[in-house]
């Protein structure tokens, strides 16, 4: 069941680059809702690409083809007690490791962790002028050359179709207990907040209708330890709680509004971007709400605290969906776009409008 | 040494001397601007000294405005720059060019702000590492990378480096640890990248910025994430009669799901030199030692600890020994921080290299080091950061008996070329700069040193920043002659090497 379809993806490239007919970039489909809506509809699909190439349990690495299923990857590494620190949501069943790289998703252990591109130590890839490269390695310390792999986690396929990626992965901790409280929004950033400056195994944080969540991941007397200093409720069904969390399954995502993410200072106040309410994880560093606020007022008031906005689901895909850049970074992209794909074949448009 | 020759892909014709005295005088104060031979030579070198050169001049500047100006000014011109911290690099990054000026970000050396609540500080490029953690230690935090040389190096030339330290394989390296910089781009203008918040949006710019050796832009402020200083730390010493053992050892305590916070390992040469030294108890007939460090809360410590003690009895450990106080912990350590200038009491000159490779390819790697340290008649310590598979092998020479120089230098390229061969990598953490060129022709292939050109091009079209460094022309490997290791696999892999 795994192949290397290297040739063949690299055939796809070198033609669309003869017909200038630029491709769109597919692996499970599962996350067609984020960025724009692709220009092109000559498909190229990573799932023929996949397979575990190498993993070596006892060198915390990870070897894979794009088009290898996340779920897949995840049940060869619980076989082995190990996990993806960066928790990756899968937002449907097929989704696939290159996609999950292309995007740069994490879920709840993001900031206790590390996100995505925190893990990436290798990647192939295949550039815009059909040129199939290797940056990085299958080792955790490397720093020969710039860093393309990590350039390529979140890039959305814009510099390179990403052929095979390179991960460190961790144990899956002993134990994990989750408490919730009873909390106003404000109090339970500064909680989160506390934590996160203690020396405690705080593994994931949210807050959403009036109740703070905390999940303790570590070993047992640690997590007891902690656990018992700290107080709360226990709650029913912790990891299903975790996982319609990093899902979006909870509830509170039940709705065809336009779902903003925003992504700023875990310490900054509770914002108000809408009638509705938000939902605060990541010590206070993401936070989601439905608003109809115009795009630019939000873009305006994420600024003033100095963080970003996105347009995460239920835009219309038209208009920009990520944060306008500034001009300067603006050009950097462009020039780097140039570097990579400088016919521009590679999900034009996807991320911006111009790049 | 032999190999150190000019790379430049594109020939400089900057003014003379005198046009740049005036038109930098013009710019900054007098005091920022140095010009004798005299006051040059403290910046010939950084701290890998057998590559020397002299800059045409030196600039201090105080103010990100004046490192905007010099640098506004050399685009215009078309004037190498060479960033420059405390030069205690291993890789010859901080090597003057003979045609360009040197920026010194050592004037800029203020903490700018720390925010205990979001648990980070704001600094200018020139901080030196261990005042970051110093500055915030009474509020409980600090700056997690901790490289050997910290007491010295700057946040903007670990930046560059992306250096480590031995916390790394658990607390990440410089790119897990900095949130934000400002960057003074090559046309001088000034651009944030990263934020304040845990991601920015578009291309990840913070991370192909850092590690890349002054070639992209001149950090000028960074925002560094601060950590809560654990509530406990432990370390634990092993020795053990085999270096093989020692490797499984480490394997073993990975394999059982735990994390140290440090993991060193010495080999014999290593542990006989630091223990004459400093006197840090560790057995001297030992072949191999390893420092195992856990930190968390006191239980999660004590559970590890006696864990891993389990786990290094049965790999076979001939000595074992936990600190049970903090100064007990301090002096453990204390041997392997000396290490390099223990090496340097044994030897008149000693050539630090630094490789990775997966860690089950230890025995293999360090039985083939012992061939050819015989092969070169050179001696060879090894201290490695064994949790992710970090070699410092230590090449002893005298530099004044003549061909020891060639001979190290030789010795170090077939180490590293042997490391490529076994899954790894010519650099860890100490960069390429001038000194891993050649050996970054074996590494990538022709086609992925252009797509590096290409990000240099986007970035800095003049190449005036930190111009030959890093990243070898094509025109270099073909006249090097080396062989591209493609994925592992040599040409001709059954013909003898070294
Ligand atoms: C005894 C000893 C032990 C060491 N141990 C370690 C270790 O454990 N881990 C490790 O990773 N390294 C280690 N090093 C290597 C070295 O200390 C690091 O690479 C360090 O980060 C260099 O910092 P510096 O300020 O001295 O930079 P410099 O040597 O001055 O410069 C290094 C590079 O950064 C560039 N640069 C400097 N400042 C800037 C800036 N503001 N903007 C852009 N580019 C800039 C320079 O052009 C050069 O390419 C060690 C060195 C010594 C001598």
Same mark, same amino acid.
């Given at each position: ?128 002028? #059909? ?138 106040? $509770? ?8 939902? %605060? ?67 034009? #448009? ?6 | ?8 892909? %594109? ?30 030579? $403290? ?16 600039? &201090? ?17 078309? %004037? ?15 090597? $003057? ?28 490029? #020139? ?37 480590? #330290? ?6 990440? &390296? ?53 950590? =809560? ?53 560790? =057995? ?111 090449? &002893? ?102």
């Amino acid at each position: 069941m795994s192949s290397d379809q290297t040739d063949k993806l690299k055939t796809r490239i070198l033609d669309a680059l003869e017909n200038n007919h630029p491709v769109k970039i597919v692996g499970g489909n599962s996350k067609a809702f984020l960025g724009r809506k692709p220009v092109s509809d000559n498909e190229i699909n990573t799932r023929v690409h996949n397979g575990i190439i190498s993993y070596e349990p006892g060198e915390l690495t990870l070897t894979a083809r794009s088009g290898t299923p996340l779920k897949e990857i995840e049940a060869v590494l619980t076989d082995h007690n190990q996990m993806l620190a960066f928790e990756p949501p899968h937002f449907g069943d097929g989704a696939t490791l290159g996609g999950t790289i292309a995007c740069n998703l994490s879920g709840p252990r993001r900031p206790y962790s590390g996100a995505a591109r925190d893990f990436v130590l290798g990647t192939r890839i295949i550039n815009g002028k #059909g040129e199939v490269l290797r940056f990085g390695g299958e080792v955790i310390k490397n720093v020969a050359g710039y860093d393309v792999s990590r350039l390529m986690t979140g890039a959305m396929g814009t510099l390179g179709l990403i052929l095979d990626v390179s991960l460190k992965v961790l144990p899956r901790p002993e134990t994990e207990i989750t408490r919730s409280f009873e909390f106003k929004p404000g109090e339970a950033i500064a909680q989160m907040n506390a934590w996160a400056g203690q020396s405690l195994p705080v593994s994931a944080t949210c807050f959403y209708d009036g109740r703070l969540y905390l999940r303790l991941s570590g070993s047992k007397s640690a997590t007891l330890s902690a656990a018992q200093r700290m107080g709360g409720e226990p709650v029913l069904n912790p990891d299903r709680f975790w996982i319609d969390l990093r899902e979006h399954s909870l509830p509170f995502f039940e709705s065809d509004r336009l779902l903003w993410r925003f992504s700023l200072p875990g310490i900054t106040e $509770p914002l108000s971007a809408s009638d509705a309410p938000m939902l %605060i994880e990541w010590g206070g560093s993401q936070r989601w709400c439905f608003s109809s606020l115009p795009p630019a007022e939000i873009h305006q008031m994420l600024e003033s605290v100095g963080g970003h906005a996105t347009q995460f689901r239920h835009h219309n895909g038209i208009s920009e969906v990520y944060h306008p850049l500034k001009p300067v970074i603006k050009l950097l992209h462009r020039n780097l776009k140039n570097a990579f794909d400088p016919n521009n074949i590679l999900n034009p #448009g996807q991320q911006y409008l111009e790049i | 040494m032999s190999m150190v020759s000019a790379d430049y892909s %594109i020939i400089f014709s900057p003014p003379q001397r005198d046009a740049i005295a005036s038109a930098l005088r013009q710019l900054l104060p007098e005091d920022c601007i140095l010009l004798k031979k005299e006051d040059l030579g $403290p910046y010939s070198c950084d701290g890998l000294s057998v590559y020397r050169q002299l800059p045409l001049a030196a600039v &201090l500047p105080k103010t990100v405005e004046q490192v905007q100006a010099v640098v506004r000014y050399c685009h215009q011109q078309t %004037i190498p720059i060479v960033p420059r911290g405390s030069g205690t690099g291993l890789s010859g990054g901080a090597l $003057p060019h003979h045609q360009g000026i040197l920026l010194n970000l050592g004037r800029l050396n203020k903490i700018l702000d720390i925010d205990i609540d979001a648990r980070s500080c704001r600094v200018q490029p #020139g901080v030196r590492n261990l005042a970051v953690s110093d500055a915030v230690r009474p509020q409980g935090l600090y700056y997690a990378p901790d490289p050997s040389s910290q007491i010295a190096c700057t946040i903007g030339g670990n930046i560059a480096e992306n250096s480590g #330290g031995v916390h790394c394989l658990k607390y990440g &390296l410089t790119v897990h640890n900095v949130m934000q910089i400002k960057l003074v781009l090559a046309n001088g203008e000034l651009a944030t990248i990263g934020s304040g918040a845990l991601d920015a949006p578009g291309y990840d710019l913070l991370a192909l910025v850092t590690g890349s050796e002054g070639l992209l832009g001149i950090v000028v402020e960074a925002t560094l994430k601060l950590l =809560p200083v654990p509530e406990h730390a432990q370390v634990l010493m092993a020795a053990f009669d085999d270096v093989v053992k020692a490797g499984n050892a480490v394997g073993d305590v990975i394999a059982a799901g735990i994390i140290p916070a440090g993991m060193e390992m010495m080999d014999h040469m290593a542990i006989g030199a630091a223990e004459d030294f400093v006197n840090a108890g560790y =057995p001297k007939e030992a072949q191999a030692l390893l420092l195992c460090e856990l930190d968390g809360t006191r239980e999660e410590v004590e559970d590890g600890i006696s864990q891993v003690k389990a786990l290094m009895m049965s790999a076979g450990a001939s000595t074992l020994r936990v600190s049970e106080d903090n100064q007990q912990r301090s002096r453990l350590w204390a041997g392997r921080k000396a290490a390099f200038p223990a090496i340097g009491r044994i030897s008149p000159d000693y050539y630090c290299m630094d490789g990775t490779i997966p860690r089950n390819q230890l025995p293999h790697v360090l039985s083939r080091m012992q061939e050819l340290s015989a092969h070169y008649g050179l001696r060879v310590a090894n201290v490695f950061h064994a949790g992710d598979g970090n070699l410092h092998p230590l090449i &002893l020479f005298d530099a004044n008996k003549s061909g020891e120089l060639q001979k190290a230098e030789q010795f170090g390229s077939d180490i590293l070329q042997m490391c490529i061969e076994a899954g790894g990598t010519i650099t860890g953490e100490h960069g390429v700069g001038m000194e891993k060129l050649n050996n970054m022709c074996s590494q990538f292939a022709p086609a992925e040193l252009e797509q590096f050109h290409a990000v240099k091009q986007a970035f800095d079209p003049n190449h005036i920043l930190n111009p030959g460094k890093a990243v070898p022309t094509l025109h270099r490997c073909a006249e090097f002659g080396a062989m591209h290791v493609h994925e592992g696999k040599l040409p001709f892999p059954d013909l003898p090497r070294f």
